[in-house]
């Protein structure tokens, strides 16, 4: 015969079992993130993955077809890894048009706060997001799976393609995406040494409001970093360590007054026009450099090795990363000709 003190701790055993299974059950649905969506499918459908990211983990769909997109910065790597996405800010839509083509059915979610209501009515499967969308992850977290990404300030470009790819189940795409890159600028590198290994490479941004330069951790310096391709000394200062004053953004770029124009000397000077100044603006503020005394007096100008290039220069993604490549491959193999000949 069972002693009713057996039966007690039999009891108690049963009780602490079942509340176990309670608080591992809460446990399970938080992490889901109130993803039950992803539940309600038959087994053969349900196929996910855990992400980590800057809010912890998040069971996302292995292979999700209906990615939303808050920020420029996780756009152009979501498409460049074969994924258009359903949503997107219009500006950084638009800006992807510029380097893809027209691009139809990605729908507006805004920039600096995101439609919620219209993410809703969109039913994404998975929703990309920054660090700074932390406020409304709960929000966006009853919507769909959603990640955030960290800005990473040393080669920002790089963590951001990592971080979509590994959201959207890509990195192998991601892989061969940076080894298609390090190997153009191998073959850059090489062509380079056989001609005019040292060639100093300047880069300017004209804006409206005057002449700008990269600082070392800027996209194009990454690019120009890992082509092995000599800079003047000092566009490789960093804000702390610079005389300049530094306006902000997250392109850390560096005003020049007038009377030091000549800091942007150089074999080369890449000058990438501002995507946001109009034609007419633009040209009216080359005129009125070219018109400065000082700019005359740039060996650079007086080689005629100055090259206007575009607002991919300032990118955050491979496409942008390939069309820096194009620009250095079709003016710096041109100019060590040049120089070689002046030589």
């Given at each position: 015969?069972?002693?009713p003190?057996?039966?007690?701790?039999?009891?108690r055993?049963?009780?602490?079992?079942?509340l176990?299974l309670?608080?591992y059950?809460?446990s399970?649905?938080?992490?889901l993130?109130?993803?039950?969506h992803?539940?309600?499918?038959?087994?053969s459908?349900?196929?996910?993955r855990i992400?980590k990211h800057v809010?912890?983990q998040?069971?996302v769909?292995a292979?999700?077809?209906?990615?939303?997109?808050?920020?420029?910065a996780l756009l152009?790597?979501?498409?460049?890894?074969?994924v258009?996405p359903i949503?997107?800010?219009?500006?950084?839509?638009?800006?992807?048009e510029?380097?893809?083509?027209k691009?139809?059915?990605i729908?507006?979610v805004?920039?600096?706060?995101?439609?919620?209501?219209?993410l809703?009515r969109?039913?994404?499967?998975?929703?990309l997001?920054?660090?700074?969308h932390?406020?409304i992850?709960?929000l966006?977290?009853h919507?769909?799976?959603?990640?955030?990404a960290?800005?990473?300030?040393v080669a920002p470009?790089k963590?951001?393609l990592a971080?979509?790819?590994?959201?959207l189940g890509?990195?192998q795409?991601?892989q061969?995406?940076m080894?298609?890159?390090?190997?153009?600028?191998?073959q850059?590198r090489?062509?380079?040494?056989?001609?005019?290994?040292?060639?100093?490479?300047?880069?300017?941004?004209?804006r409206?409001?005057?002449?700008?330069?990269p600082?070392?951790a800027?996209?194009?310096?990454e690019?120009l970093?890992?082509g092995?391709?000599?800079r003047?000394?000092?566009?490789?200062?960093?804000?702390?360590?610079?005389?300049r004053?530094?306006l902000?953004g997250?392109?850390a770029?560096l005003?020049i007054?007038?009377?030091?124009?000549?800091e942007?000397?150089g074999?080369?000077?890449?000058?990438?026009?501002?995507?946001?100044?109009s034609?007419?603006?633009?040209?009216?503020?080359?005129?009125?450099?070219k018109?400065?005394?000082?700019?005359?007096?740039?060996?650079?100008?007086?080689h005629?090795?100055?090259?206007?290039?575009?607002f991919y220069w300032r990118g955050m993604g491979?496409?942008?990363?390939n069309?820096?490549i194009?620009?250095?491959?079709?003016?710096?193999?041109?100019?060590?000709k040049?120089?070689?000949?002046?030589?």
């Amino acid at each position: 015969m069972v002693q009713p003190g057996v039966n007690r701790i039999v009891q108690r055993v049963i009780i602490a079992m079942l509340l176990l299974l309670m608080l591992y059950a809460c446990s399970l649905r938080t992490d889901l993130h109130n993803n039950s969506h992803l539940l309600t499918k038959s087994p053969s459908q349900v196929d996910v993955r855990i992400v980590k990211h800057v809010m912890g983990q998040t069971l996302v769909p292995a292979h999700p077809q209906r990615v939303a997109v808050l920020v420029h910065a996780l756009l152009e790597p979501t498409f460049a890894l074969g994924v258009k996405p359903i949503a997107a800010p219009k500006n950084a839509v638009s800006d992807l048009e510029r380097l893809v083509g027209k691009l139809e059915g990605i729908e507006d979610v805004g920039l600096e706060s995101p439609n919620l209501e219209k993410l809703l009515r969109l039913k994404p499967d998975l929703i990309l997001g920054l660090s700074s969308h932390q406020d409304i992850y709960p929000l966006l977290s009853h919507i769909a799976p959603t990640v955030l990404a960290t800005f990473n300030p040393v080669a920002p470009w790089k963590g951001f393609l990592a971080f979509t790819a590994d959201a959207l189940g890509k990195t192998q795409s991601a892989q061969q995406l940076m080894t298609n890159y390090y190997a153009r600028l191998a073959q850059l590198r090489a062509s380079l040494s056989q001609r005019q290994p040292t060639t100093v490479v300047s880069v300017a941004e004209l804006r409206a409001d005057g002449i700008f330069l990269p600082e070392a951790a800027s996209f194009e310096g990454e690019i120009l970093k890992d082509g092995g391709i000599q800079r003047p000394p000092n566009q490789l200062l960093h804000s702390e360590t610079s005389i300049r004053m530094r306006l902000g953004g997250r392109y850390a770029f560096l005003r020049i007054p007038e009377e030091l124009l000549h800091e942007i000397d150089g074999d080369v000077l890449f000058l990438v026009t501002s995507d946001i100044m109009s034609r007419q603006n633009l040209n009216l503020e080359l005129q009125k450099l070219k018109a400065s005394a000082l700019w005359s007096k740039l060996k650079v100008v007086q080689h005629s090795e100055v090259h206007e290039v575009g607002f991919y220069w300032r990118g955050m993604g491979p496409i942008s990363a390939n069309r820096v490549i194009d620009d250095l491959f079709r003016y710096l193999i041109k100019s060590t000709k040049a120089t070689t000949m002046r030589d």
